[in-house]
């Protein structure tokens, strides 16, 4: 009991910590709603499913091994999160959009999940971090895999709903730029420092 609340608590901590997720879910809340980001949202959550099937199997470790794939794959997860930032940076009041504004998609939320640096570096600690059923590798990581998800759907919903309190104040055109700018800088800055470690 004791090494599973240790376990719910790492992982509230590593998985609601702002980071790549965590903002770009409270800005798509800020910039689009809670109701407009739901998809978006799905696409993390299933994004942060492959990225742990990835992390506990392996095959991280695996391709992080290759000489030389370290750097590339950095260079990669930063330009597509940069590319995020700047949708988030430039997305229109809420007021002057449409159903066609351009909101994240689930396929958006996907690949920033995948490409997200800080949730690798999360699930390794919490994967190998913790053992919860001694002896049985395979239900030690299946109950690992249940309640991280759970804890980040928890999370997730957390986040796109502080962000979309802030939609109140965004039918303003400069408070809604300031709000989607401070959101996408902070997303840079968020990656920047995971990479940097």
Same mark, same amino acid.
């Given at each position: 009991?004791?090494? #599973?609340?240790? &376990?719910?608590? !790492?992982g509230?901590?590593?998985?609601?910590?702002?980071g790549?997720n965590?903002?770009?879910?409270?800005?798509?809340?800020a910039?689009? @709603?809670a109701?407009?980001?739901?998809?978006?949202?799905? @696409?993390?959550?299933?994004?942060?499913?492959?990225?742990?099937?990835?992390?506990?199997?392996?095959?991280?470790?695996?391709l992080?091994?290759?000489?030389? !794939?370290?750097?590339?794959?950095?260079?990669?997860?930063?330009?597509?999160?940069?590319?995020?930032?700047?949708?988030?940076?430039?997305?229109?009041?809420i007021?002057?959009q449409?159903?066609?504004?351009?909101?994240?998609? &689930?396929?958006? @939320?996907?690949?920033?999940? #995948?490409? $997200?640096?800080k949730?690798?570096?999360?699930?390794? !600690?919490?994967?190998?971090?913790?053992?919860?059923?001694?002896?049985?590798?395979?239900?030690?990581?299946?109950?690992?895999?249940?309640?991280?998800?759970?804890?980040?759907?928890?999370? $997730?919903?957390?986040?796109?709903?502080?962000?979309?309190?802030? $939609?109140?104040?965004? !039918?303003?055109? /400069?408070? /809604?730029?300031?709000?989607?700018?401070?959101?996408?800088t902070?997303l840079v800055? /968020?990656?920047?420092?995971?990479? &940097?470690?």
């Amino acid at each position: 009991m004791e090494g #599973l609340i240790g &376990f719910i608590v !790492a992982g509230l901590a590593l998985v609601g910590s702002p980071g790549p997720n965590t903002l770009s879910l409270a800005a798509t809340g800020a910039a689009f @709603g809670a109701r407009r980001g739901i998809v978006y949202l799905t @696409g993390l959550v299933a994004g942060m499913a492959i990225v742990m099937a990835i992390t506990a199997s392996g095959v991280a470790g695996l391709l992080l091994a290759v000489p030389g !794939a370290a750097p590339v794959l950095a260079v990669i997860a930063a330009a597509y999160i940069a590319y995020l930032a700047y949708r988030i940076a430039t997305a229109p009041p809420i007021t002057e959009q449409g159903d066609s504004g351009r909101r994240p998609s &689930f396929v958006t @939320g996907v690949t920033i999940s #995948l490409t $997200n640096p800080k949730a690798y570096t999360a699930m390794a !600690a919490l994967f190998s971090g913790f053992v919860l059923i001694g002896g049985r590798a395979a239900a030690d990581g299946a109950i690992k895999f249940v309640i991280i998800l759970t804890l980040i759907v928890i999370v $997730n919903i957390a986040w796109l709903c502080i962000g979309s309190t802030l $939609n109140r104040w965004t !039918a303003n055109p /400069s408070v /809604s730029r300031a709000i989607n700018v401070t959101f996408a800088t902070l997303l840079v800055v /968020s990656v920047a420092y995971a990479l &940097f470690l």
